[in-house]
């Protein structure tokens, strides 16, 4: 078993699906010659040729829109929107269409496609290459919202979404490409789509999160633990459609949770979990949910301590969660 | 290729049923039997001619709502018709989700398409690209109202197709109006077959009332498409006699002396002009008549009686896991 870097891990799914099935293929802006310009698909032009690994003109409607009606003919396009800052003028094509597909037809038209974007700040990327927009997809039946935070997930959920039927948003935290490492096993296996994971067992609050929040919610509880804090840590990982058993039970357990994302408050994806909570687990709450997110500003700002401001880091979530488990 | 003369009744025919079964979505509307409908007439010629020119059930399309001409050529029945007109259960295009005339018949390859304009067109690019990469001798027929080549998608669509000499025709049916505004308030160039030249792909105007003319000039696109010389856009000029759609009032933004001065160009009277030359008698035109007139009746009776949807069908199927059959 190796230990490898969450591209590399997103780079081997796309690899082994294009081996596994013919019908596969790459598309996106500067992912054939180049190889992406964050390198998630190095190699794969070479190894499979122009027509299957596609530089796309630069016009992201197009590239879902296109990657659309190749999977209404057959194919598994996976197409990367280089980073999700650039996602909006699909969103037609995402929303009106995809998502909408097999209801508007009574499951006659399926659209079977992924469709991956870099999200997330703290890499000096400013207003336009570090937002988080899955809030945006959670609100939309019909697509499938999924967030790895770790190499072993981002492979084995990858390749699940390749062979899902249905579209799947599959956002990839950029600031964890090569800062997160972890164990991948040699060969053939998935992470299904749909179950949350307990990643760290706890008995005194629950932290849910998801794609590098999850990665530094993990640190935060190293650093409560010492202090005699025993959180839980829960990676939510496919957002929609959410695994409310498990976020249920957990807080069943520890009767406190406090959730986190990047992306601003208001609105967020934050609010749901919140929701199910207040609506499902309200007597087993022993505090009132906590969320931590971005401040309501458009988005991360370019200047170094700017964007520090604007981040959650894992010294932010430990001090959340000191405060939730003083309540 | 030439047209033979049962081809032509044939398309005349398809014509005529497409009228007929239009005109009486008007009368249920004034009924208040439905709910609403939108309006193909002045398009028939268009549509059929183009549907002629491809390989029924082997070539694909992305049609848009004004395309019951296009689709009862493709195997769409005056049935399926009525029943997405009163948003019955058995109704094909969604199983009464989806506004009438909102086309899907996977049989005939031809896709679902949604409301926002010009959607469709990047769908069948993608269609288009699907074929090249498996070296098939399909093409995909796309079809767009002009008012909706302002939009970015269909730019975004056919540069896509010219870049890739994907088998694509796009086919613009140019009726004048976009609802109410005047194609001069869409393009500044005379006919949307000039924006191709911009975009590096072969472009194309014809009479859009001439349904045999037609066929040849989508014939023709169709051949260059399978030889691997590219995408075409077509533009087909009509006059939409009709207002919009049946919550549309076009009294409101032109003359009644304007329509009826078009109505002389109708192109069912075009090709029926025609096929008197080729034989076609009176008697026999009253029994093409007679015939459609029945067949508008059964399916209209038979739509009536066909029961709704049961609410619980409308949870699903949101997902491809949840799709039940039958």
């Known amino acids: 078993m190796a230990e490898i870097t969450m591209i590399e891990a997103i780079r081997q799914a796309m690899d082994e699906e294009l081996a596994r099935d013919e019908r596969v293929f790459v598309m996106g802006e500067d992912v054939g010659v180049r190889g992406g310009v964050f390198r998630a698909t190095v190699g794969l032009y070479d190894k499979y040729g122009e027509a299957r690994v596609l530089d796309t003109p630069l016009a992201e409607l197009s590239i879902v829109g296109v990657g659309i009606g190749a999977a209404l003919y057959g194919m598994r396009p996976i197409c990367e929107i280089q980073f999700a800052d650039f996602i909006y003028p699909a969103f037609n094509q995402i929303v009106s269409e995809a998502a909408k597909m097999c209801y508007r037809t009574n499951g006659e038209w399926t659209v079977p496609m992924v469709i991956r974007a870099p999200y997330g700040g703290g890499i000096g990327g400013g207003l336009y290459h570090s937002q988080s927009v899955e809030a945006f997809f959670t609100h939309v039946p019909g697509l499938k919202v999924v967030i790895p935070s770790s190499p072993y997930d981002a492979k084995g959920l990858l390749k699940s979404a390749v062979r899902d039927p249905n579209p799947v948003m599959f956002f990839e935290p950029k600031k964890g490409y090569r800062l997160i490492r972890g164990e991948v096993p040699d060969g053939e296996f998935t992470v299904p789509i749909g179950p949350a994971n307990v990643t760290r067992e706890g008995s005194d609050l629950t932290v849910f999160a998801y794609g590098m929040m999850h990665y530094y919610a993990l640190q935060a509880a190293e650093k409560v633990a010492a202090e005699g804090i025993d959180a839980e840590v829960v990676d939510l990982r496919t957002l929609y459609p959410v695994d409310k058993a498990t976020v249920l039970e957990s807080v069943k357990k520890t009767g406190k949770a406090l959730v986190v994302h990047e992306d601003n408050l208001t609105g967020g994806y934050g609010a749901e979990i919140a929701a199910i909570l207040a609506e499902e687990a309200f007597t087993d709450l022993d505090a009132p949910v906590r969320r931590l997110a971005g401040p309501d500003v458009p988005a991360v700002p370019f200047s170094h301590p700017l964007q520090d401001w604007f981040m959650v880091n894992p010294e932010k979530i430990a001090q959340a969660m000191r405060d939730l488990a003083k309540y | ?326």
């Open chain 2, 1 to 326: 290729m030439e047209l033979s003369s049962e081809m032509k009744r044939e398309m005349y025919w398809t014509m005529l049923l497409a009228r007929r079964l239009d005109e009486r979505a008007w009368v249920l509307h004034r009924q208040g039997k439905i709910a609403f409908h939108i309006s193909g007439i002045g398009h028939e010629a268009a549509q059929v001619g183009a549907a002629f020119a491809l390989r029924k059930g082997h070539d694909w399309v992305t049609p848009y709502y004004r395309d019951l001409a296009l689709m009862l050529s493709l195997g769409y029945s005056p049935r399926d018709f009525m029943l997405s007109l009163m948003g019955k259960r058995e109704e094909p295009n969604s199983g009464g989700r989806q506004m009438p005339s909102h086309w899907s018949m996977k049989d005939a390859n031809a896709v679902s398409h949604s409301a926002p304009v010009a959607t469709q067109a990047p769908h069948a690019s993608g269609i288009g690209l699907g074929i090249k990469m498996r070296g098939e001798d399909k093409v995909v027929l796309t079809t767009i109202g002009e008012g909706s080549t302002s939009q970015g998608e269909w730019y975004e669509a056919v540069n896509w197709a010219a870049v890739h000499k994907l088998p694509v025709i796009f086919l613009v049916q140019n009726n004048q109006y976009a609802i109410s505004v005047r194609v001069e308030k869409q393009m500044a160039v005379k006919s949307s077959a000039d924006k191709a030249c911009g975009l590096g792909l072969v472009g194309i105007t014809a009479d859009g009332t001439d349904v045999f003319k037609m066929w040849e000039v989508i014939n023709e696109a169709a051949e260059r498409a399978r030889s691997g010389e590219g995408p075409t856009v077509v533009e087909a000029r009509m006059y939409r006699i009709t207002p919009h759609s049946s919550d549309d009032d076009d009294r409101t933004y032109r003359s009644r002396e304007e329509v009826e001065e078009h109505k002389r160009q109708d192109p069912l009277l075009v090709a029926r002009a025609a096929l008197e030359k080729d034989g076609l008698t009176a008697q026999e035109h009253d029994e093409m008549e007679a015939r459609a007139k029945a067949i508008v009746d059964e399916a209209v009776q038979y739509a009536e009686q066909a029961p709704y949807p049961e609410v619980e069908e409308g949870m699903y199927p949101v997902y491809a896991e949840e799709v039940r059959n039958g």
